[in-house]
């Protein structure tokens, strides 16, 4: 691969390495061969179209492929893939400072006023080249009324006219500009090809690099070429002569591969103390605590690649001789807990830029992490429930589910002299009936008392019983039904209040009268002021007629009504709440009309179709 090594005059300003190095021919380009033959084979079948578009993340080489194909289009030695760079045309292009190539920064010449001009230099023929080219770069800042001026001219430019726009946004282009484009998408370059053209740059530079600082510095460009020149010419007046990786870890603040080896070690066995240590330890050498979880964070990303059952080729953090020791601490954790503690290390990371506390926010994420427990675990734990498989290790007696319980032995005189002796279960506490019997509706409120066991009972089934009471109040059981008659209507409509235990059984309850007004069908009336209750009632009817059905055995439907307010009556309460003293005093007729001319009452009666029944004055209760 070609470098250019040219250098500053003495007394001249200083180039910095990523311009000096900047991609002189298609052949330089690194990490975009999908973009160069795509150009190359254009070139060569004369294809070349009159509107490019390149798309990618900051430094990937979109500018430096468009001067290349400025070039290739207007070299002195004619139309080729591989420009001379010797030529006039060439070096001003390179430089660009060639009359007919002309760059422009979208962001700073972004109105309709500038396109407007370009549209009109754009009918002028150049003055020494084959094309006039326009290189717009950051196309996306332009406006939309400047994308709309672009439009004719960029659908049917002059014939000696080309356009290539540079963006990092493709989205905010509209789509009338992309349909008249030729889009080309830059990748982001693989480390090894970033690691690669630093190694040749530093041997030009005359320096030398370890291996383990090549890895580093290509690690932190994250696929930017540019990123990691502009990083190496920053260590090229740092480190001297040569490169080790402990200069670019002081440099960029990261630690070693080594401590992050521990750090992720501790996490995997659990050893917060450790963690804390190797961090404190870390800040000490003045690592950044933000670049620290970054490290963290892509050494879990490779872990998990190969946890999920990927290849080698794609890991992107950890170095050749770190692959073994990855793959095993990888199958340690296991996949779910390695995803959970990523997502806590991502959250953190997110966290870190609106916190002071960076320290403390990376403490929490790292000692979190040792509290994982082995996630991957509970797709098994959770089909073993789904298929009824009992239960899942050791649990207390008392919560045990089996269908035919163990029969407690009796105490022998070989058992231990400090066992306590089997508690005999109290009457309250005994089975009124076997297991095998159907149990009545436990909500009924009037359910006599159990009956006290027989005294010829096996004592050790009263006992097995007593203590696995929980596991038969889970068993299935029926309902004991009955009829709904006058008689039984009330206890019905309260066993219904009491299964269901809600706000809207609280409105229920307040309730004036039960009553059967056909087969079937249950009238449950209100007094003429308790309209809120009714309407909450009536919006769950279908609640109430499922719980009945229920009880009863058969479809009942429920009716809520109002009943009519006897002249001179004062409101009473239903029976299921007394009345205190305070509320049941007769209020005062004037101050009551007084309160239901207010404002605020008023507005409460349209909204919610309400009126002032009673009234209390502050400090009556």
């Known amino acids: 691969m070609a470098v250019d090594i040219s250098r500053s005059k003495p007394g001249d300003g200083y180039v910095v390495v990523a311009r000096r190095y900047r991609p002189q021919a298609f052949e330089d380009v690194v990490g975009q061969e999908q973009v160069v033959r795509a150009l190359s084979n254009a070139i060569r079948t004369n294809r070349v179209a009159h509107a490019y578009l390149f798309t990618g993340a900051r430094g990937v080489g979109k500018t430096s492929t468009a001067r290349i194909l400025a070039k290739c289009l207007n070299c002195e030695k004619g139309t080729s893939i591989t420009p ?17 190539v002309i760059e422009i920064d979208g962001a700073s010449n972004r109105g309709i006023e500038d396109i407007r001009e370009l549209r009109q230099n754009a009918g002028v023929r150049p003055s020494r080249s084959r094309y006039k080219i326009y290189i717009i770069d950051e196309v996306h800042m332009l406006t939309k009324e400047a994308f709309n001026a672009l439009l004719k001219t960029l659908e049917e430019p002059p014939e000696h006219v080309k356009f290539i726009f540079c963006t990092t946004e493709a989205e905010k282009i509209p789509i009338t500009i992309l349909s008249r484009c030729q889009r080309f998408d830059f990748t982001s370059i693989r480390t090894e090809s970033i690691g690669t053209r630093l190694e040749q740059i530093v041997a030009a530079e005359g320096s030398e690099i370890d291996a383990d600082a090549v890895t580093a510095l290509a690690r932190r460009a994250a696929g930017s070429m540019r ?7 920053q260590l090229l007046s740092f480190g001297g002569k040569r490169i080790t990786a402990a200069d670019v870890h002081s440099m960029l603040g990261t630690a070693s591969d080594e401590r992050v080896g521990r750090l992720v070690a501790a996490i995997t066995e659990r050893r917060p103390a450790a963690v804390l240590s190797e961090l404190d330890g870390a800040i000490g050498e003045g690592v950044d605590v933000g670049q620290l979880l970054d490290q963290i964070l892509g050494y879990f990303r490779d872990m998990m690649v190969l ?73 098994k734990l959770i089909g073993q429930l789904r298929g009824g498989a009992g239960p899942i290790g050791p649990a207390p007696a008392s919560n045990a589910v089996t269908s035919s319980p163990p029969r407690v032995a009796p105490p022998t005189s070989s058992a231990p002299a400090s066992s306590a002796p089997p508690v005999k279960p109290t009457p309250s506490e005994a089975p009124a009936t076997p297991p095998s019997t159907l149990k009545k509706n436990v909500e009924a409120p009037d359910l006599a008392p159990r009956p006290a066991p027989a005294s010829s009972a096996d004592p050790n089934d009263l006992l097995q019983e007593a203590a696995n009471g929980d596991s038969r109040e889970e068993t299935p059981v029926a309902r004991e039904t009955r009829a709904l008659t006058a008689e039984s209507a009330p206890q019905l409509w309260r066993q219904v209040l009491a299964s269901l235990g809600d706000m809207v059984a609280e409105h229920a309850r307040d309730y004036a009268r039960i009553a059967i007004s056909a087969p079937n069908r249950l009238v449950v009336s209100f007094r003429a002021h308790y309209t809120f209750q009714r309407a909450h009632c009536e919006r769950r ?11 009863t055995g058969q479809s009942v439907q429920v009716q809520f009504d109002l009943l009519d307010e006897e002249p001179g009556s004062a409101p009473q309460a239903p029976p299921s709440r007394p009345v205190s003293a305070p509320q049941a005093a007769a209020p005062n007729p004037r101050r009551g009309a007084e309160l239901a001319e ?17 009234h209390e004055e502050p400090g009556s209760n």
């Open 598 to 614: 207010h404002p605020l009452v008023k507005r409460a009666g349209e909204l919610f179709g309400a009126r002032l029944v009673r």
């Open 307 to 379: 946890a999920a059952g990927g290849s080698t080729s794609q890991l992107l953090f950890s170095s050749p001789p770190e692959m073994e020791r990855l793959a095993g601490t990888g199958r340690a954790m296991g996949l779910e807990t390695i995803l959970a503690a990523m997502q806590i290390l991502a959250e953190t990371k997110s966290r870190l830029r609106y916190s002071t506390q960076g320290r403390i926010l990376a403490e929490l994420a790292l000692v979190r992490a040792c509290q994982l427990e082995d996630l991957d675990e509970l797709p």
């Open 541 to 551: 009817a279908a609640e109430f007629e499922r719980v009945l059905a229920e009880l």
């Open 84 to 100: 001379c760079n010797e030529c006039d045309a060439c070096q001003a292009i390179s430089t660009g400072a060639d009359v007919d």
């Open 227 to 233: 990123d990691s020149q502009s990083l190496l010419d």
